[in-house]
């Protein structure tokens, strides 16, 4: 049984930071790509950072420049840095791992909140 868990989140100010973790136990064949999704209240979940098992990353266009998805395929662990946040950052973030074998797996969501 494969799990991801998240920690990191939290309130921050604007212009603040977070890191956001997500770990993986269990076995995953393979990992293709890594991704950080979040939702924001009464919206649909975006996509915010991807992320191959070659290490090619993309982002979303609110968050290029200011936030960092990094991640250890040994370790089954990706990463987001998050830097000069903003209130529209806030949301739960989840993480999502595909395997080679396509099958996805996601993290419980963690709550982040940017606000003075």
């Known amino acids: 049984q494969v799990q991801l868990v998240e920690s990191g989140g939290g309130l921050a100010q604007p212009g603040g930071s977070l890191r956001l973790s997500c770990a993986a136990s269990?076995?995953?064949?393979?990992?293709?790509?890594m991704r950080w999704y979040r939702q924001a209240p009464g919206k649909e979940r975006e996509l915010v950072a991807h992320?191959?098992?070659?290490?090619?990353?993309e982002y979303a266009d609110s968050v290029k420049g200011r936030f960092t998805i990094s991640g250890d395929n040994a370790k089954k662990t990706v990463y987001l840095q998050m830097n000069n946040l903003k209130p529209e950052d806030t949301a739960i973030y989840y993480c999502?791992?595909?395997?080679?074998?396509?099958?996805?797996?996601w993290g419980q969501g963690t709550q982040v909140t940017v606000s003075s």
């Open positions: 999502y791992i595909r395997s080679g074998s396509l099958i996805s797996y």
């Open positions: 269990g076995y995953i064949f393979g990992i293709s790509f």
């Open positions: 992320i191959t098992s070659g290490d090619s990353t």
